[in-house]
């Protein structure tokens, strides 16, 4: 492994002027399509996660999704239809958000990332139409798997008992959300700035397989169908690290697992 490093280390030294331009390139795309979208929205997701009209929404929706999806805590049935609505990274953060008030439990909330991670909704309509993708098959796909990994995965705990809301003062907890959110899209970035340094560097360029490193990048690169809905449900190691870097205790080789047989949907939408 040190020696993998060291020759990493080697190819970055060596290599400055690409070096350079992944860096400003990696920093551009977090300023103007990351940080616009997503540092808003991670505020306003500790907001609604505060809402009362939250859980009585979960309510009305839990009976159908627990015959779905096997759910076995109300707030997960809100927390799907959120997932699907923004993706991941945010959908991470509203599980994890849920989970530490004990609304749902650990293997639940594991789960949920799992399977339910996915590109946001706008951004897999537009990538769809970009590749001929048909939007309502893919969906049933994605739909399909996660009901499939549920029922196999999501084996009933005991329940934990909720936390008992109290009262907040909103500008206390936007200050607090405010700091917060700062250091998960740093990380973000961060992130992003390694894994497309390191592909240029090694590869000298962009290969075949970059969507599955840098999901953003990739599909932006690759006119290949069959590879952009592939790399559509893998969603990229980078992805993964993004969300691993909100869901710390989540076991890597599991959700990587779960990306893997997600990857299938570019084959399945194809059918």
Known sequence: MTLILLFILYL????????????????????????????????????IEHMPLINRISKILYKPMHYIFHIHNEKSAFLILFSLLCGSPASTKIFKASYEKYEINKRE????????????????????????????????????????????????????????MEPISY?????????????????????????????????????????????????????NSLIAGMAMGFLGISEHMQILSIAEDLPYPKLLFARICYSSLGCLSFL
């Open 109 to 164: 909330y594991h789960n949920l990332i799992c399977a339910f991670s996915t590109l946001s909704l706008p951004y897999t309509l537009l990538l769809c139409q970009k590749f001929l993708i048909i939007i309502p098959l893919y969906y049933a796909c994605l739909l399909f798997l996660a009901a499939i990994w549920m029922h196999i995965f999501n084996k009933k705990d005991a329940k934990e008992s909720s936390k008992e």
């Open 12 to 47: 970055l030294i060596m290599n400055p002027d690409v070096v350079a331009k992944e860096v400003l390139a990696s920093c551009e795309m977090w300023f103007s399509v990351l940080l616009p979208i997503m540092y808003p929205s991670f505020v306003i997701i500790d907001f």
């Open 171 to 223: 500008l206390k907890f936007l200050f607090s959300s405010i700091q917060k959110n700062i250091q998960i899209v740093l990380q973000i970035l961060g992130i992003l700035v390694i894994f497309r340094v390191l592909i240029h560097v090694i590869f000298q360029g962009e290969p075949v397989f970059y969507p599955f490193l840098e999901i953003l990048g990739g599909l932006a690169s690759t006119e």
